[in-house]
Nanobody
Framework: QLRLVESGGGLVQPGGSLRLSCAASGFPFDKYSIAWFRQAPGKELEGVSYIGTTDGYLYYGDSVKGRFTASRDNAKNTGYLQMNSLKSEDTAVYYC???????????????????WGQGTQVAVSS
């Protein structure tokens, strides 16, 4: 049973935008923080964004600060990642992950996340 399902990936030109969605089911979404990670070919998994149960707990990886915005809609059990000013180096498979919120900001070791999505491919190319 898939607990997290990402969507919204695709091919976009440099400078363009995409909005990824992470639809959750089967657990109390409003008690879980949501993180986005990405993995480019040949590279390690990289933390992109972290949002707690409220928008007040936000954290971004250095490479995406000022360009990406994480948000969530607890009524829809969905997390979002708005990606603007995309660069070729943003090309990767993007994953969302969920863990119980402890009201502290920042990424956690990947082993601490209870649920992971299957990933969605983002390709930035002209």
């Amino acid at each position: 049973q898939l607990r997290l399902v990402e969507s919204g990936g695709g091919l976009v030109q440099p400078g363009g935008s995409l909005r990824l969605s992470c639809a959750a089911s089967g657990f109390p979404f409003d008690k879980y923080s949501i993180a986005w990670f990405r993995q480019a070919p040949g590279k390690e998994l990289e933390g992109v964004s972290y949002i707690g149960t409220t928008d007040g707990y936000l954290y971004y990886g250095d490479s995406v600060k000022g360009r990406f915005t994480a948000s969530r809609d607890n009524a829809k059990n969905t997390g979002y990642l708005q990606m603007n000013s995309l660069k070729s180096e943003d090309t990767a498979v993007y994953y969302c992950a969920a863990r119980p919120d402890d009201y502290a900001v920042g990424f956690r070791p990947v082993g601490e996340y209870d649920y992971w999505g299957q990933g969605t491919q983002v390709a930035v190319s002209s």
